[in-house]
């Protein structure tokens, strides 16, 4: 069966989700894009997608809260966070929110592909192992 | 209106002494008086003598006419009243005042009440008792004289037979005289006392209240005009505390006070922008970042399609690589904001200067400057942040370039860019980073700052003088700051500002004029000692000298610039301050110095007006131990501030390219 989404990506600024999803897109992932935390939690790719990159500021619900409710929901679904505005302590309180990994704006397309391909690795190997 | 001191003063003071002249006047007059009656009363006895004995043959022979004759001729002489004699029984025989002869006198009249007040006559009376004093009809005061005059042999055997063995007294000779003229005498020196007394009392006053202004109402006038001033917002007054006495105590102090109120209401100022450029720089960074990531991501994207076309694929290295610049741009914002401490790595610092060169080369190029390097072929590597430093060396050379070019059009000019290792003595060079009293008191003062490293404070007490002293860190300059001048060459003794302890050591000797020492710890480095003679430059660090000359990279960044002022000089670390209007930022120099520090080397700074300046930075090739750079993750003492009071701030550090020793 083919997904209708690989990754979500939940940012404000059209430009990042338009690079992030030719990064993806061109990688072979499909990608849906939400403008905001709400929307991205009411998504029904949500459910079924295998990683989402959330930015951390957005408008109206916090990118911190939308992590911990995709948290409740996905517990093992791995969350990367991009923000403009990085710093130690935001990299850990993000940490601690339940993400997997985090990446400072702004990153080039290889930082991305990386990232993306390592998280993606991981679960695929705790899928197989949950299988097994 | 409430009285002032000063009034109160002179009332007081005017009270005491006119009660204690008035009490010493009346003193002198009576005594005055006294003396001019004693004096009176002895003419009258001695004048009531002369008439006794010079009419004495007279009486014997009986000649009646001549004893008046004589009288009335004494009576006519001037301050004589009146001379008269009269009888046993009070007749009046002879008088000068030919009216009352004859006339009898009752023994309650004044003139006899001396003798008779007792009831019987007394025939020999003190010089005291014969004399009275009495008032005139006229009113005028009279001082009588009596004279018994006694029975002899000669008296009742002389052929008249006017007198018998038996009688004692036979008559009583009275001489008066006018107190006219003593009188007027003593009228005229009360008047002159008084006269004197009134002047004392004038004097004492002035004198007083000139003093009371001098001293007193106008040192207090001027506090309460600085106190006003104060509660009205302005720190920056002080008022004149040139008195010697308590009232130019309260005025050092009190200036002392609004000094550091002024100082401490700056930092807050300062810390409040460093907040706002924090804020700022948050700000900016997530809205640059967002449009940075597009850029990066598609350029670098585009870049790795592009494997036919090598010219594209150039240009969109330079795309990408530009967009990584600015983004450490901003990163550097916010480290700035945040002073993050350097991640060193061992990097080629010839190729951070290359790179940094190539990055303004075209900024340099518009404004006519010549970059030139001349970099050392064998510089080892250094441990640095290479960003970091890179961001040093850019910040300098695009100073030098608006030194060059200025605000019209560009005159054109170079910049020389060397490297070099260099062996850098401690002396003039080492900065103390840490200092304690021999209780363990820190000493360290972040807020007086000397080129923007924290001050050492101590406090000097000499016979009259004592002051904070903040001692300049650097070791072997002796560009110290003192509250309270001091007389040169004078021997004092260092206590901890905190615990009063003696920091003297009288064991230790100046090397240049042999004054006892004196000294603070520094942890893990031994001790830092001074001469305690005023002015005296001698000091010794003898960890430091042990160690002996420590490797330095060291750039060089000369151009042939507008030069720097004095005036700008004094500031030209710290945050905000730029020399040029709304194209400077003024955080340049102030990123730049925080960077260095962090590093732990240092920078320095020679220019000339008209000519052109020279930075001098050096970074250690050993990485300083943890305990070495106090303070390192400190942000409030990483910043360099202004200097307190206004104080000339960083000094020009002479560059030492040859590492001469």
Not at chain 2, 9 to 27: E, F, P, R
Not at chain 2, 62 to 70: G, I, Q, S
Not at chain 2, 606 to 620: A, C, N, Q
Request: proline letters at 6%; a neutral charge.
């Amino acid at each position: 069966m083919t997904r209708t989404c690989d990754v979500l990506v939940v940012d404000d600024e059209p430009v990042v989700a338009d690079a992030i999803r030719l990064v993806l897109g061109h990688a072979g992932l499909a990608i849906t894009t939400c403008p905001d935390a709400e929307s991205a939690l009411a998504h029904p790719a949500l459910d079924d997608c295998r990683l989402v990159i959330c930015d951390l500021m957005l408008p109206g619900q916090s990118g911190l809260e939308a992590i911990q409710a995709m948290r409740a929901r996905r517990p093992t679904l791995p969350i990367v966070v991009i923000t403009g505005y990085a710093t130690p302590t935001h990299e850990e309180m993000v940490l601690a929110a339940g993400a997997t990994a985090f990446l400072p704006k702004p990153f080039d397309d290889s930082e991305l592909l990386n990232l993306v391909r390592h998280a993606l690795a991981q679960t695929d190997v705790a899928g197989e192992e949950r299988r097994s | 209106m409430k009285p002032g001191i000063g009034t109160l003063a002179i009332l007081g003071v005017a009270v005491v002494t006119a009660a204690v002249i008035g009490v010493m006047s009346g003193i002198i007059i009576r005594t005055h008086q006294g003396a001019l009656v004693a004096q009176l009363t002895r003419s009258a006895d001695q004048l009531s003598e002369t008439i006794a004995s010079s009419t004495y043959y007279d009486m014997l022979e009986n000649r009646r006419d001549a004893v008046h004759r004589e009288m009335v001729t004494i009576g006519r002489q001037q301050g004589i009243e009146k001379v008269r004699l009269f009888n046993g029984v009070g007749t009046i025989m002879f008088s000068s005042d030919e009216g009352e002869i004859g006339r009898g006198l009752d023994k309650k009249a004044e003139a006899c009440y001396a003798c008779h007040a007792a009831g019987r006559p007394l025939q020999r009376l003190p010089i005291h008792a014969r004399s009275r004093i009495y008032r005139a009809p006229d009113g005028h005061r009279v001082l009588g004289m009596i004279r018994p005059i006694h029975n002899e042999r000669s008296c009742w055997e002389a052929p008249c037979h006017a007198h018998t063995r038996e009688e004692t007294v036979l008559g009583v000779l009275d001489v008066n005289l006018s107190m006219t003229a003593a009188d007027g005498q003593i009228a005229h020196d009360r008047r002159q006392l008084i006269l004197l007394a009134v002047l004392a009392i004038a004097a004492s006053s002035a004198l007083l209240w000139a003093l009371s202004r001098q001293l007193i109402l106008r040192p207090v006038a001027a506090l309460i005009a600085g106190t006003r001033r104060v509660a009205q917002g302005d720190l920056s007054t002080s008022i004149p505390a040139t008195a010697r006495h308590e009232l130019g105590d309260l005025a050092r102090a009190f200036n002392d006070m609004t000094r550091r109120l002024n100082e401490a209401q700056r930092q807050l100022a300062q810390a409040d922008k460093l907040a706002s450029v924090g804020r700022l720089a948050a700000g900016v960074a997530h809205e640059i970042n967002n449009p940075l990531t597009g850029v990066l991501t598609y350029a670098s994207f585009l870049e790795k399609r592009a494997v036919d076309d090598a010219e594209t694929r150039a240009d969109l290295g330079v795309i990408v690589r530009e967009t990584k610049r600015c983004r450490e741009i901003v990163r550097g914002l916010l480290d700035f904001a945040r002073q993050t401490p350097p991640r060193r790595q061992s990097a080629d610092l010839n190729e951070v200067v290359r790179r940094a060169a190539s990055i303004v080369t075209n900024q340099l190029a518009l404004a006519r400057v010549r970059i030139d390097l001349e970099l050392a072929a064998d510089l080892a590597p250094v441990p640095v942040d290479a960003n970091q430093i890179q961001q040093v060396i850019v910040n300098l050379l695009l100073n030098a370039a608006d030194a060059i070019a200025g605000d019209g059009a560009s005159p054109g000019g170079s910049i020389r860019v060397r490297t070099s290792s260099v062996a850098v003595p401690p002396r003039g060079n080492v900065t103390i980073r840490a200092a304690k009293c021999p209780k363990g008191c820190d000493l360290l003062d972040g807020s007086v700052r000397l080129a923007g490293m924290p001050t050492v404070r101590v406090v000097r007490r000499a016979t009259d003088c004592e002051a904070v002293v903040h001692l300049d860190p650097v070791y072997g300059r002796a560009n110290h700051r003192a509250s309270e001048p001091c007389e040169e060459g004078v021997l004092a003794a260092y206590l901890c500002p905190s615990c009063r302890t003696r920091l003297d050591l009288l064991e230790r000797r100046c090397a240049e004029c042999g004054a006892p020492m004196f000294a603070v710890q520094v942890t893990g480095q031994g001790q830092a000692e001074w001469c305690t003679r005023k002015g005296c430059p001698g000091s010794r660090w003898e960890a430091m000298d042990a160690l002996g000359p420590q490797p330095y990279a060291q750039i060089v960044v000369e151009d042939t610039g507008r030069g720097i002022t004095p005036e700008e000089m004094d500031r030209l670390f710290e945050p905000f301050f730029t020399t040029k209007g709304t194209r400077g930022t003024g955080l340049g120099l102030a990123v730049t110095w925080g960077i260095v520090e962090g590093h732990g080397g240092s920078i320095g700074v020679e220019s000339e007006p008209g000519k052109g300046t020279r930075f001098t930075v050096r970074l250690p090739f050993r990485v300083p131990e943890p305990g070495a750079e106090s303070g390192g993750a400190d942000v409030a003492q990483r910043i360099p501030m202004p200097d307190a009071r206004g104080t000339p701030g960083p000094g020009p550090v002479a560059p030492d390219p040859g590492g001469k020793t």
